[in-house]
């Protein structure tokens, strides 16, 4: 077969401009708002029950004085990641930006400063597009009614209270903000919300007529036509938004095949958790990364900073690892793709693909010493293989009426990569 015959998997075609969010693969998320100082994970206001009145306490001490973006955007920089999503509001309700609509924002706060606009800076600064996650659930808007996630739904008093309650103001809320947010801080290149909630026996559930999302839709893309959307709203928009597991291949609605975004965290919870130890190691996170482009798609990775407004030190040496790894392999990464789906893959390896520059790229897992050999329609379509991290030359031998490559491989894995990539022209 010709290469340019070969079955390269597209996703389907976006409202929003998603053809750089493919290309860059690798964005950093970022959970951080006052549940930062319980530091116990940033479900805690939901997780102990805890009533607003209680939670003021939060507001009332956050006050993050070695807050200094620019450091988090070097980090995120200097990981490969190519955009940041930031929590505008998670659901405790807290803003970081001086809303027109709100006192609970941090500017009211003992640090009065807004958060968001220097952190803006800072990552546009360094080349980052911007995305904003905004929560539709709102644990302190004082329409917001109870429902199934809501720290209140064991409260018989305060869901009488409901009765008082218009959450149709609270989606006035909902709406004002987003286009707040959207025009204060123009061009925002992803706005990611979250999160619809499903009704059960006790309380309705809050989805796409509750949030009137199909006037939200319009309202945003008359502000910023070409903004990516996520799936949240109960509307399929952008991208599919898989979270805290790995697909077993390319994300498809209705047999199609779309944009997707894997998010995780690199421990197990979003927000800052100072006692909780599943830190996933920097190969797990690299095999995170290379797997979810193999099928496709991008990987969004959770930064939860601290009280103080620093990302912790387990962060800052996973997000140096990657990078490590990220200097001399991003280009397995960045513009690239699953593989021809002819190209059989060798054992615990993964292919990624650049279309246009017709690179096929070889993540091997494991160093298979002596020698890896590629099978089958690849073979036929290569013309040179190097090892990427230093370029030297990976001499071959090609039978052709056996369709069959061996790459001889020296005993120990060479330095540099402790995940090795061979890079593969194609003709
Ligand atoms: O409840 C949130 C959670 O706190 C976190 O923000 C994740 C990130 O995608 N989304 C929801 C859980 O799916």
Known sequence: MRLEDLTVIKAAPTPGDTKWFQHDRFGMFIHWGLYALPAR????????????????????????DLYDPELWAKAAD????????????????FCLWDSAYTDYKSTNTPYGKDILTPMVDAFRARGLRTGFYH???????PDYTVDACHPMRDNADYIAQDAGRDITKYVDYLHNQTEELLKK????????????????AKFAG?????????ELLEKIRKIAPNIIIDDRLQIDQDVKTPEQYMPDGWVKVN??????????TFSGSWGYYRDEETWKSVDQLLKMLIDSVSMGGNLLLNVGPTGRGEFDERAYDRLR?????????????YGCTQAPLEFECPRDCRYTYNPDKQRLYLHMYNWNFGKIKLTGEVCEHVEYIQLLSDASEMRY???????????????????????????????
């Open 185 to 200: 801080y123009d061009p925002v290149d992803i706005i990611w919300f979250d999160f619809s909630v499903g009704p059960n």
């Open 255 to 264: 047999g199609v095949p779309v944009v997707w975004e894997g998010c995780h």
């Open 321 to 333: 690892g990657m990078g490590q790894w990220m200097k001399r392999h991003s280009r397995s990464i």
């Open 397 to 427: 031998s090609y039978y052709p009426e056996q369709q069959v490559i061996d790459i001889p491989l020296p005993v120990k894995k060479p330095l540099g990569a402790d995940i090795p990539v061979l890079e593969i022209f194609l003709k």
């Open 206 to 214: 809050k989805g796409k007529e509750t949030w009137r999302s199909e």
């Open 135 to 141: 929560s539709l659930l709102d644990w302190h808007h």
């Open 78 to 93: 200097e990981a490969g990641m190519k955009y940041f999503v930031i929590t505008t509001k998670h659901h405790e309700g």
């Open 41 to 64: 994970h940033e479900w805690v206001k939901n997780h102990e029950r805890i009533p607003t009145e209680v939670y003021d306490k939060y507001f009332r001490h956050f006050d993050p």
